[in-house]
């Protein structure tokens, strides 16, 4: 059974930092793309960065604004992604991804792009 379990969610300062975690099980995502999707209360997921299997990524810049990073160990079939500057507006449910395709060099940003996903983890931002 593949799994993405995610880790490191809850409340921080605005200003603050938070770094979330994700480990794959089941099968190995070396070759995927891997990425992290969020949710806002009230809104659509969003995409937020994504990255190759060889480590180049891409970052929903509306979403990121330069203080999100995203990075990957495929030995450890993990990726983590680091966000900093944090405000009210990030307030959100995180999701882990992963597409079931592998080798692909392009970062999709569309849901229906990433095969599995995780349960999601809660990210607060409060002043």
């Known amino acids: 059974q593949v799994q993405l379990v995610e880790s490191g969610g809850g409340l921080v300062q605005t200003g603050g930092s938070l770094g979330l975690s994700c480990a794959a099980s089941?099968?190995?995502?070396?070759?995927?793309?891997l990425g992290w999707f969020r949710q806002v209360p009230g809104k659509k997921r969003e995409f937020v960065i994504g990255?190759?299997?060889?480590?180049?990524?891409?970052a929903n810049i509306d979403v990121s604004k330069g203080r999100f990073s995203l990075s990957r160990d495929n030995s450890k079939n993990t990726v983590n992604l680091q966000m900093t500057r944090l405000s009210a507006e990030d307030t959100a449910v995180y999701y882990c991804?992963?597409?079931?395709?592998?080798?692909?060099?392009?970062?999709?940003?569309?849901?229906?792009?990433?095969?599995?996903w995780g349960q999601g983890t809660q990210v607060t931002v409060s002043s």
């Open positions: 990255a190759t299997w060889s480590g180049n990524t891409i």
């Open positions: 991804v992963a597409t079931a395709e592998s080798g692909s060099t392009l970062i999709p940003s569309r849901e229906d792009s990433y095969a599995y």
């Open positions: 089941g099968r190995t995502f070396s070759r995927n793309v």
